[in-house]
Structure formats: structure tokens, C-alpha cells
């Protein structure tokens, strides 16, 4: 169950730029262009949310812009040709989430781009100058707020020591030189400092890894998993859950989809908010604004779902003060 709506963007209207002038149903229409690792299969809410966005900025697909989707359906190696498939339709603007864009900044530079479903510092990265003044010609969403991942790992590690209070040793599965993967390691060693529970990195490469990090963490004694919200994990879901549900053990994470896919728990920024917040950002740049002017936007809402039917399973029991704050509870 879901106990709180979207919430609206707040500030700024569209800027003024005559409508008219762009609802002609021709090839001269404003291509939005979409490019996204995962599958389409996993990402309908998303898609919706950013079409929303786009009319909320004030545009109606098919009479002031038309959209061209592309899924890497979790094989990252096809990233730069669907990239060049996007740039040869002459985008107006291109939207991008999690490791897309990188590759899209790094393919077409000079493509206006906004990011979304996105936990790097674009800082960092050389996408923005500032998170104010983006400067150039990308800005979009980040799904880290005040405190950056460090906070919202140390959440997680407080939802889940309410339902797991015993916790000894958590073992986290990881991927090998991802970003977000060190710094949710380096929160979770920190954490595990402080609360007194070990901890073990379990690292893949490649999926060809992950039966052997699951396999390696149980013989080392784990009573419990952290999944990592890297993309590689992620567009594999149904994967990585196989093996969290032979493991037994309760395991917690990142987006909301884990939670649901059986999970005990996860927490996040809303990814389909930021799709929206996207949407609304493509229009605006559509409508003569630039992502230089367009401040990025750090997360604003976050999801809490609590699996009690996993729970259940493994003996657990929820505290009713943990299942008043989710905002979803799997029954």
C-alpha cells in the first residue's frame, strides 16, 4: 500500500515560448530522445512519469515534441550504439539515467542533456560546474540530498537493525570500481563501527561473479545481505534475487523495486519522481530555456518499503513504528 502521493515541482512556470509554433505534426517536431540500461519490461512507470513531466512543463506528445526510446536491457556494452542511434534522429534534447549518462556526455557532448535516476556527483564527473549554475549544456537530477549517499545508507542501516536488532555480520554485494559501490562501503564500514556488527565487501566484475560472491559470503558466515544500487545489479534483478532468496538470509537495499521484487527492505529517492522532474526539465529546454540556467535538482522524496511477507517468512518480526513510516508494506 502507498501512503503518499507525488508531490508537485515546486517554483518556476514553463518558460514563455508560443506553443504554436511548435504543434506541427511534422519532422519538424522537437525529438526528445530516452536512453535508459535497463529493460522496457522495468521501466513503464518511469516512462509515464517523464511524459508527465513533459506536460506538466506544458507539451503534448505528437503535437509539440515526439520521444524515442531506447533500453540497453542491461548490456552496458550497447550503450554507445544505441547513443549513435539516438544522435543520428538530431535530438532536441536528451534524457539519460544512471550510467547512460556518462556514455552520452562522452559520445555527444554537444547534445543538451538531462540526467536523472543518476547517485554520482555530476560535479565530479564534469557534467556540471556547480549544482546551481550548471554552466554547460547538461543538468537534471541527482538522487543523493544533504549528506549525499553516506546519509541515506546510514537510514538504511537504521530501518533494518530495527527488524534485524541481532545483526553480527553483514555482507555486501558490490560491483568492482563502481562509484556508488565505494561510497555505500564506505558508509557501511562506518556504520558498522558504530553499531558493532562486522562487515565483509563481496565484489563481481561481471554477473559471471555474482554465484560466487553469494557463495563466498555464506561460507564466511553472513547473517545478512546489503545489494548494492549499482546499474549492473539492478538490470538484473530477477538474478540477483534468485540467490537472495536460496541465501535465507534478510537482505535490504536500495530502490523501491527491490523491496517489492522480496527484499525485507529498501530506501531510496524516488526514481520515478526524478523521471518526472526530468520530463519537465526536457520541456523546458525544448521551450527555448538552457540546461546551463537550469539548477540540478537533488532529491526532495524518498520511498520506504517494507516487505512484510518476506518478514514473515524469515520469522521477523516489523516494529509498528517502522510499518506507520513505509510508504509502501508488501503484505
Known amino acids: 500500500m502507498r501512503r ?3 508531490i508537485t515541482l515546486a517554483g518556476g512556470t514553463a518558460a514563455a515560448w508560443p506553443l504554436a509554433a511548435l504543434a506541427q505534426k511534422d519532422a519538424s517536431l522537437p525529438l526528445v530522445a530516452v536512453l535508459v540500461p535497463g529493460t522496457e519490461e522495468s521501466n513503464p512507470q518511469r516512462m509515464a512519469a517523464l511524459r508527465a513531466g513533459l506536460k506538466e512543463a ?5 503535437s509539440h515534441y515526439v520521444l524515442a526510446i531506447r533500453y540497453g536491457n542491461g548490456v552496458f556494452s550497447l550503450l554507445p550504439q544505441l547513443v549513435k542511434e539516438l544522435n543520428a534522429l538530431k535530438p532536441r534534447v536528451v534524457v539519460a539515467s544512471a550510467n547512460a549518462v556518462s556514455v552520452v ?4 557532448p554537444e547534445a543538451p542533456l538531462v540526467f536523472t535516476g543518476f547517485a554520482a556527483d555530476p560535479i565530479r564527473l564534469g557534467l556540471v560546474q556547480s549544482y546551481t549554475r550548471p554552466g554547460g549544456i547538461a543538468t537534471g537530477n541527482v538522487m543523493n ?9 546510514e537510514k538504511r542501516v537504521g530501518f533494518f537493525r530495527e527488524m534485524v536488532p541481532n545483526l553480527k555480520r553483514l555482507g555486501m ?4 570500481n563502481g562509484a556508488l559501490s565505494a561510497d555505500e562501503e564506505k ?3 562506518g556504520e558498522s563501527a558504530s553499531f558493532g556488527f562486522e562487515f565483509a565487501r563481496y565484489t563481481i566484475q561481471s554477473l559471471d561473479d555474482l554465484d560466487g560472491a553469494f557463495s563466498t559470503a555464506l561460507r564466511d558466515s553472513v547473517d545478512a ?3 548494492s544500487g549499482e546499474p549492473l545489479l539492478f538490470t538484473n534483478l530477477k538474478r540477483v534475487m534468485a540467490l537472495v532468496a536460496a541465501s535465507g538470509k534478510p537482505s535490504f537495499g536500495v530502490y523501491p523495486e527491490w523491496g517489492r521484487a522480496g527484499l525485507l527492505l529498501s530506501y531510496s ?3 520515478t519522481d526524478g523521471f518526472r522532474h526530468a520530463g519537465i526539465y526536457a520541456g523546458k529546454i525544448i521551450q527555448g530555456m538552457k540546461p546551463a540556467d537550469l539548477p540540478v535538482e537533488q532529491a526532495s522524496k524518498f520511498t520506504l518499503v517494507v516487505n512484510a511477507g518476506i518478514a514473515k517468512q524469515l520469522g521477523i518480526n516489523v516494529p509498528a513504528t517502522l510499518l506507520a513510516l513505509a510508504d509502501e508494506v508488501i503484505e
Open 145 to 153: 540530498a544533504i549528506g549525499g549517499e553516506e546519509s541515506l545508507t
Open 105 to 108: 556526455h562522452q559520445l555527444i
Open 173 to 176: 554485494i558490490g560491483v568492482a
Open 269 to 271: 529517492s524516488d526514481i
Open 58 to 62: 506544458g507539451l503534448v506528445e505528437g
Open 4 to 6: 503518499r502521493d507525488f
Open 187 to 189: 558508509a557501511l564500514r
Open 225 to 227: 545481505f546489503y545489494i
